[in-house]
C-alpha cells in the first residue's frame, strides 16, 4: 500500500501557504492563482490553521464580511487534523472520508512538509486498483498458456 511519502515523492512538497494576518482577500487570490481549494495557514513556522474555500464561503460570504478586511485568522479553521509521511493512503481515505475533509496536511516533526487532496489520494488508489487488474489479467492469460 502507498504512503503519503510516495505520494508527496510524486506530487512534490512545495506548499503554498498564508500566515493568520493575511486577509482574505490574498488567500483567495492566492488559491485562485495557483488552483487549489485550501491553504495551510503558518505563523513562525507551525502549522496553526488551515484555510479553504468552505471557510471562505461559510464564515465571509454568508456572514456579510468583506475579504479585503477580514484576516485569515477571524475565519481560519484552527482543529487541524494533519497526517505523517508514513500514513497509507487507506488511512487517509478513511480519515478525509469520516470528517468530510478535502485537504489534509502533512507535517513531520512539528514542521508542514506538503498538502494532499482528496483528488491525489483517489488517483493513488486508482492507479494501485489498475495495476492490481494488470497482474490479475497477467497471471490469467500466463495460466491459460500452461
Same mark, same amino acid.
Given at each position: 500500500?502507498?504512503?503519503?511519502?510516495?505520494?508527496?515523492?510524486?506530487?512534490?512538497?512545495?506548499?503554498?501557504? /498564508?500566515?493568520?494576518?493575511?486577509?482574505?482577500?490574498?488567500?483567495?487570490?492566492?488559491?485562485?492563482?495557483?488552483?487549489?481549494?485550501?491553504?495551510?495557514?503558518?505563523?513562525?513556522?507551525?502549522?496553526?490553521?488551515?484555510?479553504?474555500?468552505?471557510?471562505?464561503?461559510?464564515? /465571509?460570504?454568508?456572514?456579510?464580511?468583506?475579504?479585503?478586511?477580514?484576516?485569515?485568522?477571524?475565519?481560519?479553521? /484552527?482543529?487541524?487534523?494533519?497526517?505523517?509521511?508514513?500514513?497509507?493512503?487507506?488511512?487517509?481515505?478513511?480519515?478525509?472520508?469520516?470528517?468530510?475533509?478535502?485537504?489534509?496536511?502533512?507535517?513531520?516533526?512539528?514542521?508542514?512538509?506538503?498538502?494532499?487532496?482528496?483528488?491525489?489520494?483517489?488517483?493513488?488508489?486508482?492507479?494501485?486498483?489498475?495495476?492490481?487488474?494488470?497482474?490479475?489479467?497477467?497471471?490469467?492469460?500466463?495460466?491459460?498458456?500452461?
Amino acid at each position: 500500500m502507498a504512503t503519503v511519502e510516495k505520494l508527496l515523492a510524486d506530487k512534490g512538497f512545495h506548499v503554498w501557504a /498564508v500566515s493568520p494576518e493575511d486577509t482574505v482577500y490574498n488567500a483567495i487570490k492566492l488559491m485562485s492563482d495557483k488552483d487549489i481549494g485550501a491553504l495551510p495557514v503558518v505563523q513562525n513556522g507551525k502549522l496553526v490553521g488551515i484555510f479553504s474555500e468552505r471557510d471562505y464561503t461559510r464564515k /465571509v460570504v454568508l456572514q456579510d464580511r468583506a475579504s479585503k478586511h477580514t484576516r485569515v485568522m477571524e475565519i481560519m479553521t /484552527v482543529n487541524v487534523c494533519y497526517i505523517s509521511p508514513a500514513t497509507s493512503i487507506d488511512e487517509c481515505m478513511r480519515i478525509m472520508s469520516k470528517h468530510h475533509f478535502r485537504h489534509l496536511p502533512v507535517v513531520l516533526e512539528n514542521e508542514l512538509i506538503g498538502m494532499i487532496s482528496i483528488a491525489d489520494v483517489v488517483k493513488v488508489i486508482i492507479d494501485e486498483q489498475k495495476n492490481k487488474i494488470d497482474q490479475l489479467e497477467h497471471n490469467i492469460t500466463w495460466s491459460e498458456s500452461y
